[in-house]
């Protein structure tokens, strides 16, 4: 193993770590409450066993082929896997293969699909609700993916209909530019309202290095942190 990588991201897991434990006090919560998602993409299977021995448990990749061959290479960690990129259907197949989670359940057919492969797997899958936040003027998703608020009730009741899944919460990711105060308020209420008709779909996945504190004021029970952990991602090159 690596020493300095390991140092390097030993030191990142404590500096998350203070300011999510500054964040629970200030909003009076427990740290005990917020699970820290670690997301390795574009990161090697060597960085998520780094995390593992530091105490990670929860792992999160937003692209089916790098989850896929980091979780088979990591089959011996026992972590959780959770997926939170958008999901084609022609990838339901191998996503539900290793994903114990998947954040960004976003339309019906995708909800069909999931169930179909975790039925013929034997495998259960929690499931999010992807709720957009708006950020444009004209309160739509501004890019960033997920469901419009009336068409989140229906969903996490398909979602509660179907075989091997299971309806966990709600996800969100702030829009570019704007208030994330203000947005994952406005999460927590969807949440409380799928909450109250579904009282066991308990998890807001909200914050990401830049907004955790905001996310954890605003009731954020799991969050989604990469690049304070692992460094700065290199660009994406197709
Ligand atoms: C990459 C990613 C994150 C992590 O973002 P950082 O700013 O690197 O912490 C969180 N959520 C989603 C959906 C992502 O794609």
Known sequence: ?????????????????????????TAGRARSDITIIAVTKTYPASDVRVLAGLGVTDIGENRDQEAADKAAECGDLGLTWHFIGQLQTNK?????????????VDRSRLVDALSREAVRQEREVGCLIQVALGGGEDGGPAGRGGVAPGEILPLAEAV??????????????????????????????????????????????????????????NGATHLRVGTALLGRRKPFVR
Do not use: N, W
């Open 92 to 104: 339901v197949r191998s996503v539900v293969s290793y994903a114990d989670v998947v954040h960004s």
């Open 160 to 217: 509660t209909r179907a075989d091997g899944l299971r309806l966990r919460g709600v996800m969100a990711v702030a829009p570019l530019g704007g208030d994330p105060g203000e947005a994952f308020a406005r999460l927590y209420s969807v949440a409380q309202a799928v909450q109250k008709e579904h009282p066991a779909a308990d998890v807001i996945s909200a914050g990401m290095s830049g907004d955790l504190a905001q996310a954890i004021a």
């Open 1 to 25: 193993m690596d020493d300095a990588r390991r140092d390097e991201i030993a030191a990142g897991l404590a500096e998350v770590e203070r300011r999510v434990e500054q964040a629970c006090r």
